[in-house]
């Protein structure tokens, strides 16, 4: 099945500071998203980007499927930003198997 | 307001018994979907459901069960053969199609002893 590969798998930041995560996926895929897990565990959507750009708020997100990477910013980034960030591919047009990476545990300090 | 909603937020039970997870969306979405976490891990895919009726097994089945008997509805059980329920269980859903976005709910942390 398809592989997906999140790094770093952790990043420490002083508040303030803009970080780059990175999700390469090992085949084509038709959905990708990206999710922030908050210290509770809820599962936050942040975008969905099966390819192009997009951006919200002092995020954005680019996913260049040829290629077979998404890339996560965060700028100024917050002490709320503080979590794990998921990201989620899907390759069928017609089933339903979703494969998550590992994630990256992102600490942001005061 | 819609959303996805989980009970019990924490379950506690002993091993042998069988335990049922809710899920309940009001987002009228066709497909849901049941996940499992670890503790440092990312999601795995138990059950998911594209249609009233209709279930399918994800990459670890074993030791689950699930009924779509509503569309709203899609509870889990969690049976006394899976060898280690103990985990972090999250229930998603989204609309019918080729490339849907799912929605996630606020998850059930289940405790066997």
């Known amino acids: 099945g398809i592989q997906v590969e999140q790094s770093p798998p952790d990043l420490i930041l002083q508040e303030g500071a803009n970080s780059t995560l990175r999700c390469n996926f090992s085949d084509s895929v038709n959905n990708l998203q990206w999710f922030h897990q908050n210290p509770w565990g809820q599962l936050i959507n942040l975008f969905y980007i099966p390819s192009g750009t997009k951006q919200n708020g002092r995020l954005s997100a680019t996913t260049v499927a040829t290629e077979r990477y998404s890339l996560l910013y965060i700028s100024s980034s917050q002490t709320t930003d503080s979590g794990v960030y998921f990201c989620a591919v899907r390759r069928d047009n017609y089933g339903q198997n979703f494969v998550f990476g590992p994630g990256t545990r992102l600490s942001v300090l005061p | ?113």
């Open chain 2, 1 to 113: 307001d819609g959303g996805i909603t989980q009970s019990p937020k924490y379950l506690f039970r002993k091993e042998g018994q069988n335990v049922t997870l809710s899920c309940e969306q009001n987002l009228n979405h066709d497909a849901m979907y049941w996940y499992r976490q670890d503790p440092g891990q990312g999601l795995r895919l138990i059950y998911y459901s594209q249609i009233v009726n209709d279930f399918q097994k994800g990459d670890i089945a074993e030791g689950y069960s699930v009924s779509r008997e509503k569309k709203e509805s899609f509870p889990l059980t969690v049976t006394s053969a899976q060898k280690n329920p103990t985990a972090f269980y999250l229930c998603a859903s989204s609309i019918q199609g080729a490339s849907p976005e799912q929605y996630f709910g606020p998850g059930t942390r289940l405790t066997v002893t």
